[in-house]
């Protein structure tokens, strides 16, 4: 799947807002957990969303690459980070490299 | 200082209890995100790019030391240890969790603070001068004015539902510290030569994707007619206003296409109707509002000769601290931006430090600048030591007010969903550029303001240099602006050329820097030289 576009699924999760992605049987802060969805992407935004799992669900396009699975769009690699300017609220609070995978 | 009645203090009571049911009906899944999104948008909370994200409003950016203090510990107990002071006045909490809401809106009731109308197409929170009531060049208070627009536009039910979100914003000096041009509404209260006090209004002005200015639509309006003349601004936006393209629906689009001065005669018309309804507050309901923000008891012996024989203190007075009215006392503007930092941001115990500051040497008051700063109104000059000691001791020191690295940026790619690129890291950099406050001093003044995105709340029209954040195939890329102000020679920024990226950005301002220096004539600040010779030198040294 290198180097291909597929379909990952995100959302935030409804009591804390957190950005969290579908892993094929529940949901992970962590990007790299996301699993392509396919077609599969409305019915199973609609039962998690009707579950209260979470809110807002929508596909997002990524590719994998050696670091992981990468977010086409900056925006949706800043929400799988987390804010630049305060990397110790991010998901990579140690790893300075991170805002280089941001741009 | 506002104080809440009990009519306000009830309908926020009953809005914290409405909006406590709801939250509830919604995790327990009998409010679907349809039914809830607009709920919680009227209590300012929102989904943002990491989280639920709370605005909240600090009318006319007024504030006591109790209220500050309630501000750090929300931020403690309910967020991450911060607060974002914003170009609105306000403040926002950056990671929410939903079901803390009810208790943080609870909180804020508590000490007469609310999040209503921070989000919607509404009447949101008024602002004003944040030197109002201290600044020497004074003209008339506007406070009392603001706090008349708060309680009338407070769950206005006619303007609920406007085409647009609608600001007002308030200044009673010719010096315009409030951008009062740049808003739907601005009222700028002015006395004749007889000494009366009257309000001039501007209507239609704004920022975002159409930058206009405000044109004036009534020179002279006697202060007491002020709600049924707004009562028919509005009325006429809401009767004309275009609802079916949001890019159009602003009410400066309206004063535009119909003309200044066909939009004013449908609001006298409109006016000479809502006269005969008795609108206006009685003159004692006024006067009563009025003497809540009475002068404080300022020592008339307080002397105005302090000791500045620590360098880095005199700095920071001749930076920070402007005339005040009374003999002896200074206005204090606390900077939240440290070279490097991130322009608005105060942790919590930057937040009660500043409280502690306020009640012990300011008389109990706080005000939140649009450019994301902190105001202490009413200091003695004898205090501003302490005062800055205190402050040093906790990075909030920084001499940097209107220099080039006192940078208003919005929360940017960093936060916000709408934002095209980052506005913070870049407003980061610019300020270690120029680091050096001697470096920044001979620039003098210099108003730099980066938005990441087209609707504009770093206020890039309004900068002598301006940064517009936009996606370009996908990566982040900078517009420069020059020529915009905010101040009673208000005028809009043009973009010179060519986009950049993050770090080319920062080394066209400094070239453009560079050329304003080369021709810098006398006391000229930057915008001066600008508008001098135009912008061809500055294309050249920047594109070559």
Not at chain 2, 485 to 511: H, R
């Amino acid at each position: 799947m290198t180097g291909q576009r597929f379909t990952i699924l995100s959302g935030n999760d409804l009591v804390t807002g957190d950005v969290t992605w579908w892993t094929g049987s529940g949901w992970s802060r962590h990007v790299n957990d996301a699993v392509a969805v396919g077609a599969d992407a409305g019915a199973i935004a609609t039962r998690e969303q009707d579950a209260l799992r979470v809110v807002g669900a929508y596909e997002v396009n990524a590719t994998r690459d050696s670091a992981g699975i990468r977010p086409v769009h900056i925006k949706e690699r800043m929400r799988a980070l987390g804010p630049t300017v305060r990397l110790d609220l991010s998901l990579r609070p140690d790893d300075p490299a991170a805002i280089g995978w941001i741009a | 200082m506002y104080l809440y009645d009990t009519y306000d203090q009830a309908m926020v009571d009953a809005r914290v209890a409405e909006f406590s049911d709801q939250v509830a009906r919604r995790l327990a899944g009998t409010l679907s995100e349809e039914q809830f999104r607009p709920l919680r948008l009227k209590n300012g909370l929102y989904l943002q790019l990491h989280a639920y994200m709370l605005r909240v409003a600090i009318p006319y950016g007024t504030l006591n030391a109790r209220q500050m203090e309630m501000l750090g510990q929300i931020a403690d107990r309910y967020d991450r240890g911060y607060g974002h002071f914003t170009t609105r006045q306000n403040i926002q909490y950056n990671w929410i969790r939903l079901d803390d809401a009810p208790a943080i809106l609870a909180d804020l009731a508590s000490v007469g603070m609310h999040a209503i109308q921070t989000s919607g197409n509404c009447i949101r929170n008024t602002t004003a001068d944040h030197f109002a009531g201290a600044a020497a060049d004074e003209v008339a208070d506007p406070r009392p004015y603001a706090e008349l627009l708060r309680q009338w536009s407070t769950f206005h039910p006619e303007f609920d539902y406007l085409p647009r979100k609608f600001k007002v914003a308030i200044i009673g000096s010719e010096t315009d510290r409030a951008a009062m041009k740049l808003h739907d509404i601005g009222i700028q209260v002015v006395k004749n030569a007889a000494g009366e006090t009257g309000l001039r209004v501007h209507v239609g002005g704004g920022m975002g994707r159409t930058p206009m200015i405000g044109p004036v639509i009534r020179d002279w309006l006697p202060p007491l007619q002020m709600i049924s003349y707004l009562e028919a601004a509005l009325r006429v936006y809401n009767r004309y206003g275009r609802r079916d393209n949001k890019y159009k629906a602003r009410i400066k689009i309206l004063v535009h296409e119909l003309g200044a001065a066909a939009y004013a005669r449908e609001v006298e018309a409109e006016f000479a109707h809502i006269l005969t309804l008795g609108l206006e507050p009685p003159q004692a309901e006024f006067d009563r509002i009025k003497a809540q923000f009475a002068d404080p008891a300022f020592d008339a012996a307080a002397p105005h000769d302090i000791d500045l024989s620590d360098p880095d203190f005199a700095l920071w007075v001749d930076q920070n601290v402007h005339p005040h009215k009374a003999p002896g006392y200074g206005i204090v503007t606390i900077s939240l931006k440290p070279v490097g930092g991130i322009p608005g941001d105060a942790s919590a115990d930057q937040i009660r430090l500043m409280a502690r500051l306020a009640r012990a040497y300011s008389f109990d008051e706080l005000r939140v600048t649009h450019a994301q700063n902190i105001v202490l109104p009413h200091v003695r000059r004898a205090d501003l030591y302490t005062i800055w000691q205190a402050l040093d001791g906790a990075a909030l020191a920084s001499a940097n007010l209107d220099l080039i690295s006192d940078i208003i940026a919005c929360p940017g790619l960093d936060y916000c969903s709408l934002a095209n690129a980052r506005s913070i890291p870049l407003a980061q950099k610019i300020s270690q550029r120029f680091g050096d406050i001697q470096r920044q001093r001979d620039l003098g003044e210099l108003k730099l303001k980066i938005s990441g995105c087209i609707n504009a709340c770093g206020h890039h029209h309004a900068g002598h240099i301006g940064v517009l954040g936009v996606d370009r195939k996908g990566l982040e890329n900078y517009q420069l602006l020059f020529g915009g102000s905010e101040g009673a020679d208000t005028s809009l920024g043009a973009i010179i050329g060519p986009g950049f990226s993050e770090d080319g950005v920062v080394d066209a301002i400094e070239a453009a820097t560079n050329v304003y220096l080369a021709h810098r004539s006398g006391d000229e600040r930057f915008l001066d030289t600008y508008r001098r010779i135009g912008s061809a030198p500055f294309k050249q040294a920047i594109y070559g």
